[in-house]
């Protein structure tokens, strides 16, 4: 899942004190489960910017609304009778869902609430580890679904360093286990090691090196792409 934190509620307010009229909008998906963007945070975030910003004008007022999810158009398009009514709309969705309330409110300012961090896989109560940059170019069939690219810290694609040690932890942090040392004890265990002795060659960080504007992923019914 994408996990997010709420920016600085300071730098929130300044983005918005000029307004009258603010529509705080949380997401029911990702940064609802990570307790940074959903219903609750939404109208917390919003209790909150009234009462700072009634010490600037009686005339301001800050409302909070929730949908499923911001990503999706179909979503909202629900959505857009409520936003007439705003000034400004301050997103708690990921930076995807922002700019996709930009799309259909083209006339209104949309601002983030939140900070994307990472994809991440729950791990605890309040915890998330990140396990995938999104980086469009995923091996895992071949490390034995362990991400070297987010989970080694020098991202190698053929590990392990010379710093690794005897004990399989990271040089780079006391108590870090090294992706590496995982991956090929992994791939001993599924019978797999042989994966390990091909050379990965150099990694494409763009999917698309001559594509210089947002990748959009099709589904032509069967498979997919990038495109």
């Not at 949380?26 to 963007?37: F, K, N, P």
């Not at 409302?63 to 857009?80: M, P, S, T, V, Y």
């Not at 071949?142 to 590990?159: D, E, F, H, M, S």
Request: proline letters at 5%; hydrophobic letters at 35%; a negative charge.
């Amino acid at each position: 899942m994408i996990v997010a934190k709420e920016k600085k509620f300071d730098d929130i307010l300044a983005m918005v004190k000029e307004y009258d009229r603010i529509l705080v909008l949380g997401c029911g998906t990702c940064t609802a489960v990570c307790h940074s963007g959903g219903e609750k945070e939404a109208e917390d975030l919003a209790f909150r910017l009234q009462g700072k910003l009634s010490l600037i004008s009686p005339d301001k007022e800050v409302r909070a609304a929730n949908i499923e999810r911001q990503c999706e158009i179909d979503f909202l398009r629900e959505f857009l009778t409520q936003a007439e009514w705003a000034d400004v709309v301050i997103s708690l969705a990921c930076g995807a869902g922002v700019q996709s309330l930009v799309q259909i409110l083209e006339d209104k300012p949309v601002f983030p609430g939140t900070d994307t961090t990472f994809i991440g896989s729950y791990t605890g109560e309040g915890t998330w580890t990140e396990m995938c940059r999104a980086c469009g170019e995923c091996i895992l069939h071949l490390t034995g679904g362990i991400c070297p690219v987010t989970r080694c810290a020098k991202k190698l694609l053929n590990g392990p360093c010379g710093g690794t040690s005897s004990y399989g932890y990271c040089e780079v942090g006391q108590g870090k286990p090294c992706a590496w040392h995982q991956i090929i004890q992994r791939l001993e265990a599924l019978n797999k090691l042989h994966l390990y002795e091909d050379i990965a060659p150099l990694k494409r960080w763009a999917p698309d090196p001559t594509d210089n504007g947002p990748r959009k992923r099709i589904f032509p019914g069967v498979g997919q792409h990038w495109k």
